[in-house]
């Protein structure tokens, strides 16, 4: 039969932490050794769906769950998956750039690169969401900080002083605003790189 058997036999291979896995996903895109036969062709991406459409249970041979809050990012609803003999069709393998013919022959991508192309993406993606977080966050503290008074430089001062203005507080703030620049330019850069190198590919 025209098939893939997905299978994660130890603890180190089953899939821990992808995002919406852990109650709301009904597929997800598995990476995966391709193995035929002996040769190992390296890690390949395929598609398997994971709960039933019409009740959300658990397919046969899979196990998936959540795996508890995290710090700061509930929203993700990061899980596990273990799977234990799966069996999809030939077809569920992402072919765009390499190949299993019906027969079990593999033909190779162009470049080996190519499989990694969407991890890139998901990391660069990491960097140009830093680059939104941490300008809005410092935004807010330099703004309370330029309206908030608080004590006095001196006693003959007419109004208290605005917290900006005290050394310890640029010590505290002026370093995250050059790093805030930092994070924009570096994830704007980035994400230009990456597209030059898919482009290439």
């Known amino acids: 039969r025209e098939e893939f058997v997905l299978n994660t036999p130890t603890l180190n291979s089953m899939k821990w932490w992808p995002g919406t896995l852990g109650v709301i996903a009904t597929h997800a895109v598995v990476m995966a050794k391709l193995l035929i036969g002996d040769s190992d062709h390296g890690v390949h991406a395929f598609l398997l769906q994971i709960r039933d459409l019409r ?3 658990h397919l046969p041979g899979i196990k998936v769950g959540a795996i508890g809050p995290d710090y700061n990012f509930s929203a993700a609803d990061n899980g596990y998956l273990i799977l234990d003999n799966v069996r999809i069709p030939r077809g569920n393998m992402l072919m765009r750039y390499a190949y299993v013919d019906p027969d079990g022959t593999y ?3 162009p470049m080996d690169k190519l499989m990694y192309a969407t991890m890139m993406e998901s990391r660069v993606s990491i960097v140009e969401g830093v680059s939104f977080g941490i300008p809005a966050a410092i935004t807010i503290a330099v703004r309370y900080s330029a309206v908030r008074r608080q004590g006095k430089m001196t006693e003959n ?4 002083t605005k ?3 005290y050394k310890t507080q640029q010590h505290k703030l002026l370093p995250l605003v050059a790093t805030a620049y930092a994070f924009v330019f570096c ?3 980035m994400m230009d790189l990456l597209s030059k190198c898919v482009e290439e590919m």
Do not use: I, N, T
Request: proline content about 12%; glycine content about 6%; aromatic content about 6%.
């Open 187 to 189: 994830g704007h850069f």
């Open 163 to 165: 917290v900006l203005d």
């Open 157 to 160: 001062d007419p109004m208290e």
């Open 55 to 57: 009740d959300h249970s």
């Open 107 to 109: 033909s190779k991508p």
